[in-house]
Each structure stands twice: as structure tokens, then as C-alpha cells.
């Protein structure tokens, strides 16, 4: 038991000396530097955004819109009260 728990331990504290980048501080140069950061943390590209103006889509019609309409048109043809 004991063993088992020292195990897991050691798996726990090894994840975070994995996950440590290079050291980039200690390079004296300032391009190497830069170029260190660089390799370490890529920058982001942004997606490109979406172009909803496209005319090949047809216009979206809602379903629930339709029955929505019919459900009302029942409902007013109730009479309550005769």
C-alpha cells in the first residue's frame, strides 16, 4: 500500500518537471534570446471570420415559427364561454 501511494506521489510531482519549458533567461544573446521565446510559445493565429453575406445560402426558415402560427390560429377558434 504503501508502495502504491509513493508511486503515485512520484507520478504527481514528475507531471510538473515535464511540463517545464526551456530555460530562454539564461541565454545572453538577444536574438537567441528571442528566437528561445519564440520556439517555446508560438504565436496564435487568429481564424478567419466568417463571411455570412454569402448568396449561394438560402435564407433560414424556422420550423417552430410555422407551427407556433397554426397552434395560435387553433387556439383563438375556441370558444369559452358559450
Known amino acids: 500500500m504503501k508502495m502504491t501511494f509513493a508511486v503515485l506521489a512520484l507520478c504527481a510531482f514528475a507531471q510538473g518537471a515535464l511540463a517545464a519549458g526551456p530555460d530562454c533567461r539564461a541565454i545572453e544573446s538577444t536574438s537567441g534570446r528571442l528566437a528561445c521565446y519564440d520556439a517555446a510559445h508560438p504565436p496564435k493565429m487568429e481564424k478567419p471570420t466568417a463571411v455570412e453575406n454569402d448568396a449561394s445560402r438560402t435564407a ?15 387556439l383563438k377558434t375556441i370558444c369559452r364561454g358559450c
Not at 424556422?62 to 390560429?73: G, K, S
Open 60 to 74: 433560414y426558415k424556422d420550423p417552430f415559427i410555422v407551427e407556433d402560427a397554426r397552434t395560435a390560429a387553433k
